[in-house]
């Protein structure tokens, strides 16, 4: 579906139209639920937030801005309600991200280090800007190109690295100073 497509079936969805809200939801259904799972690690969490994200636009659909990316608000929606489940369930998070430990041959203060080093991790990208936090996470959950980055969230490719390098300063500040402490 090209822009002019894409801006004509947001008007229509506006208008209350379920068939071209439809076609929204089968344009973008894989694409937003991949993101998700990345995000996740959890397919049953990714396909409730992949629900939850595109029910909040049919209830929203008045508020639908044709002039912006529908593409680009259904990713920020999407992210931003697993951040919100990522706010709520940091124990179940680091669950469904798949951390494990491998508790042959280490021992226990090796496995809490792990453990504590792991958290610092996701504490600094949970803590990073939202429109970093996408880029780095699409970048290295999705393992995406920054031209597809760029194409996704339509912005330049040097935009793309922008945020990257901020990405990356900011983690490595995060852990620094956490291991200074």
Known sequence: MDDIELKQLVLN???GDRSAFGLLFEHF???????????TGDRDLSEDILQETFLKV????EQLDESKSI??????????SAMNHFRHQKV????????????EGRSPQDIVESKEFYEQVLGAIENLPEKTRITFMMSR??????????????????????????A?????????????Q
């Open 58 to 61: 049919w209830r929203n659909r």
């Open 141 to 166: 959950f999705e393992d995406l190109s920054y031209k597809e980055i760029a194409e996704r969230t339509d912005v330049s490719i040097k935009t793309v690295e922008s945020h990257m390098g901020k």
């Open 92 to 103: 179940v998070h680091s669950h469904q991200a798949g951390y494990r430990l491998d508790l």
């Open 29 to 39: 259904q894989e694409s937003v639920f991949n993101f998700i799972a990345y995000k």
């Open 168 to 180: 990356l300063r900011l983690i490595r500040e995060k852990i620094n100073e956490i291991n200074r």
């Open 13 to 15: 969805i506006k208008s």
């Open 71 to 80: 593409k680009s608000f259904l990713f920020t929606m999407a992210n931003n």
